[in-house]
């Protein structure tokens, strides 16, 4: 096993930040904490990598206790969402640092530490930056920096702190998929901390769901966004419309989640299963299209369709239109799942 | 680690070190050196009963010279507090040649010791200096004219006193209304001018509210730092005992007689003022700041 | 942040009229007094050449010309600067600030990590009582040494033993048989100055501290720095300039202070006396020219003082922006 973290709890004068938190993290996997600000997700990271203390619990490293441990002993590699990379230094003297602070006995010759920063700088594409200051780089190539000064140190696991909140909408993009693929090259135990879910289901291996403290769910990508645990998850994952579910399907009552690209547009209801559906706007988004929809009920339904599909309703009636639902899930209140079968 | 509330303390502690070497030894010294003795001051006027700490402060001269202080003292601050904050306002919004240079010689009252500004001050305000000797002779056409009997003397009068503390205010205040000038979003003014308000009611309506706990902090600043000011004012006033004798002076007066117990009770009067205005001036900045942050 | 060129919401003839106000009050309140101070210190009487050239009545009818008037001043400002008790003081001066400004810098930078570094209880009375030393009298800041270590102060009041005539021996007594003077003495002179100057390197580098915030060191933390090294390699290198500010700051203070160091100083003429001391002294015998040529050369440090501050400034927001 990677990192063990059983009923670690964290409070912050009246804010319960971790609350009972029992997690583990498998060894060479990487793995997500996503939530909502103030879910607790930093904090967390935080108290793996020793910059935080946790109230209560404790956490083992690759079966170690790592509880008392300080942070400059835990061999982690911690990301900043800033870079906090050192002004004053170089980007050479920035990845050397963790191996020129180390104690004369366990410090590598200088040349070794010269190859080894010019290997990370070439794995992080930065080979002729060495000279440059951090001022002189832009966000996406700070934050690659950053990345090769943690790894300097050969940690045993390498937590990132939103890596890519500070970034453009395009770097950020790219970056993610460059982690992506840089972790199948390294295969190094990483957590990262993230707010966006596509971001958290595109790069990672795993994905902890974090809400007020407690963890919601984890698993694997497909798991989480398939079958995702409750209400919040489903929420959370992706937009959502929610319907009160009828007597006939919930006897309790309950809740219908369907996503919007799990609907369908036509002109014709032929299966007989169709809503009737009035268009009140529409946007198209590249190549799909979010349309806005009406039931004669009053209902709102937010749809997400391809553009061909778009397109092909040109001639129709946007004013009669039926929906499809392909797929949903009814929410029961006694917190059980069901397929919503049409 | 147990869950106990005896842990409270550790708990919320950073991982970064040093924290108990860094606050034990600086809280050490602290105490050794501002916080005992300031607590011995205090001790040593309780030498003294209720009924004789009374007489003391309440003493002719030392409310004459308690007058002089706070009226000089609040009327330089209030005249440095038109001067400052053009001064800063020109700082804050206009471009013209030799800013920097202006920007920087604002700081010197700070720099200089008194004992040379209140050289400095006596001499160019007396009869000999460059601008005392030019009131003189403007005195001198003035009451020839009009046949008066006035005098323009600056120096050795209250009104030097009044200099001198103008001077050692200034900075004070500009230093504490510049930055806010600075930092007022010039959009806002746009804005309002876009609705229709002229200049005088941007200035009144938009551009005042923001620097008015700035200018009233500064105006705190100055009052404080003027009250207990002695080394430029004791060359530029004549020091005459119930006209233009300040508390400070009056401190020293009743130490070079070894009265210890009248010296710290007068000290003991200052302190509470001084206080007073520390609270005041934290109130006003955690009232310009919270105004800031809205 | 420099202010925006078009300030086209303004009346038009406000600009040209604050800076003239702005430039006479400072030209008046600021100018004037330094003129003073080297004129005087070179014996030049600036007056009496003004009152020529505005053609005043009764105004001298011939002076020397500015520059030999000059030539002359230097010779009696070079006799002012070699005077024993001059350079007496002028050693004392640099004595105190030697030994308060690396005192108080190595507690102010203790102190600033302490609180920008640290949540707990009482942080908030510890950061305004740095501010304390400024807020009140300097006179107060003598008086209550004198209160501890004068002649009826606590000392005297603390029994240290017996006497010979079977009276108590009080620790001031005790310290006096052995000449172990504190005010009225050197001791006493650099207790005042420390505590005079104590605030200035904490209140510079806590709000900075503060600003720059704990992820740098952290950093450092995670990559297996020592205290030592963090503090040295990456907290240092970022503080340097709020720190030399704070430092030149509390030098300024410490070379200058007046008011606390009189009221413990007890003027000892070439003992006791530091500069500022010293220029009351001449003053009040009217050896205005030497009075003037001491206060000229701390009128030059404060200058300095103003242009390293000035510089740093510049430095400082450089290292901001970039």
């Not at chain 1, 939530?35 to 935080?52: E, M, N, Q, V």
């Not at chain 3, 202070?257 to 003429?269: D, I, L, M, Y």
Request: hydrophobic fraction near 50%; proline fraction near 4%.
């Amino acid at each position: 096993m990677g990192i063990e973290i059983s009923q670690v709890s964290k409070r912050f004068g009246d804010f319960l930040a971790l609350d009972g938190i029992d997690l583990n993290i498998p060894n060479g996997e990487l793995t997500a904490l996503l939530g909502p600000s103030g879910s607790g997700k930093t904090t967390l990271l935080r108290i793996i990598a020793g910059l935080d203390t946790p109230d209560t619990g404790s956490i083992r490293f690759f079966g170690e206790d790592a509880t008392r441990k300080r942070a400059r002993d835990r061999k982690v590699g911690f990301v900043f969402q800033h870079y906090a990379l050192f002004k004053h230094m170089t980007i050479f003297e920035n990845v050397a640092f963790g191996l020129r602070v180390r104690p004369r006995a366990l410090r590598p010759e200088k040349a070794t530490i010269r190859e080894k920063v010019e290997k990370l700088l070439d794995m992080v594409q930065l080979r002729g930056m060495a000279r440059r200051f951090p001022s002189e780089l832009s966000g996406g190539q700070k934050q690659r920096v950053a990345l090769a000064r943690a790894l300097a140190v050969e940690p045993k696991v390498l937590l990132l702190d939103e890596p890519f909140g500070a970034l453009d909408a395009r770097v950020r993009q790219e970056l993610r998929r460059w982690l992506r693929y840089l972790h199948d090259e390294i295969h190094i135990t990483s957590v990262f901390v993230t707010h966006d879910q596509e971001e958290a289901l595109e790069v990672a291996d795993r994905i902890v769901i974090l809400n007020k403290g407690k963890i919601e769910q984890s698993g694997t990508p497909e798991d989480v966004y398939d079958n995702p645990a409750n209400p919040f998850v489903y929420g959370f994952l992706g937009n959502v419309n929610l319907f009160h579910a009828r007597k006939e399907l919930t006897p309790n009552g309950g809740e219908i989640f369907i996503r919007p690209h799990d609907i369908s547009l036509s002109a014709r209801d032929d299966s007989g299963k169709g809503i009737p559906v009035r268009v009140t706007t529409h946007r198209i988004l590249g190549n799909r299209v979010r349309v806005e929809l009406e039931t004669r009920e009053g209902e709102n339904i937010e749809a997400n369709i391809e553009r061909k599909d778009w397109n092909a309703l040109q001639d129709a009636d946007l004013s009669a239109l039926y929906c499809q639902i392909l797929q949903g899930k009814i929410h029961a209140p006694d917190n059980t799942w069901s397929n919503y079968v049409i | 680690m147990p869950a106990g509330k005896k842990f409270h303390f550790r708990q919320n502690r950073s991982q970064l070190p040093g924290f108990g070497l860094s606050l034990g030894l600086s809280v050490a010294y602290l105490s050794l050196l501002i916080l005992l003795p300031l607590a011995s001051l205090i001790l040593f006027s309780m030498n003294l009963s209720w009924r004789e700490f009374w007489t003391v402060v309440t003493d002719r001269r030392v409310l004459a010279a308690f007058r002089v202080s706070f009226g000089s003292t609040f009327l330089a601050a209030t005249i440095d507090l038109f001067f400052g904050f053009v001064i800063a306002w020109v700082l804050a919004r206009y471009q013209f040649f030799g800013k920097r240079l202006v920007d920087a010689v604002i700081d010197l009252p700070f720099a200089i010791p008194t004992a040379v500004t209140g050289i400095a001050l006596a001499t160019l305000f007396s009869g000999k200096g460059l601008v005392g000797g030019q009131l003189e002779a403007f005195a001198h056409w003035f009451n020839t004219a009009f046949s008066t009997q006035l005098s323009f003397n600056i120096a050795f009068s209250q009104a030097g006193i009044v200099v001198a503390l103008m001077f050692i205010g200034m900075p004070f205040i500009v230093r504490t209304v510049q930055p806010v000038l600075e930092e007022l979003d010039k959009e806002v003014e746009e804005a309002a001018s876009s609705l229709g308000a002229d200049f005088r009611h941007i200035f009144l309506r938009v551009i005042f509210p923001g620097i008015l706990p700035a200018l009233l902090t500064g105006f705190a600043l100055a009052f404080a730092r003027g009250l207990g000011e002695y080394g430029s004012v004791i060359f530029i006033s004549s020091n005459a005992p119930y006209e233009t004798e300040i508390v400070p002076l009056l401190i020293v007066m009743r130490l070079g007689e070894f009265n210890y117990e009248g010296a710290s009770a007068i000290g003991v009067a200052m302190l509470a003022c001084s206080f007073l205005l520390l609270l005041a001036i934290n109130f006003l900045q955690t009232l310009a700041r919270n105004r800031r942050s809205a | 942040m420099s202010a925006a060129p078009g300030h086209t919401l303004e009346p038009r003839w406000l600009k040209p009229v604050l800076i003239t106000i702005a430039l006479l009050f400072l030209a008046v309140f600021i100018l004037l007094p330094l003129v003073t101070i080297f004129s005087q210190a070179l014996s030049v009487n600036l007056q009496d050449y003004l009152a020529a050239a505005l053609g005043y009545e009764g105004a001298t009818p011939e002076l020397p010309p500015l520059f030999a008037s000059l030539g002359e001043g230097t010779s009696v400002y070079r006799a002012a600067l070699s005077d024993a008790e001059v350079r007496a003081a002028i050693r004392l001066t640099l004595l105190t600030a030697l030994i308060c400004v690396p005192l108080n810098t190595f507690f102010g930078v203790l102190l600033a990590w302490a609180v920008a570094r640290f949540e707990f209880r009482g942080k908030n009375f510890l950061v305004s009582l740095i501010e304390l030393p400024f807020a009140i009298s300097p006179v107060i800041a003598g008086l209550i040494f004198i209160l501890i270590f004068g002649a009826s102060g606590w000392l005297n009041m603390i029994p240290f033993g017996t006497q010979a005539d079977g009276s108590t021996l009080t620790l001031y007594q005790w310290m006096d048989a052995r000449n172990l003077k504190v005010v009225f003495a050197v001791p006493g002179i650099v207790l005042a100055t420390l505590f005079v100057t104590f605030p200035f390197v904490a209140r510079e580098l806590i709000p900075l501290m503060q600003e720059m915030g704990k992820d740098d060191e952290e950093a450092a933390l995670t990559l297996g720095a020592s205290g030592w090294q963090l503090f040295f390699r990456v907290t240092l290198p970022n503080i340097k300039w709020g720190l030399l500010y704070g430092v030149i700051l509390t030098n300024a203070r410490a070379i200058g202070e007046f008011g606390a160091v009189a009221v413990v100083s007890g003027n000892v003429r070439g003992e006791t006396t530091t500069m500022p001391l010293y220029i009351e002294i001449l003053y009040g015998e009217y050896q205005f020219a030497t009075a003037f040529a001491v206060a000229s050369l701390l009128t030059l440090i404060a200058l300095v003082t103003l242009v390293v501050k000035a510089v740093i400034e510049y430095l400082l927001q450089k290292q901001r922006t970039g």
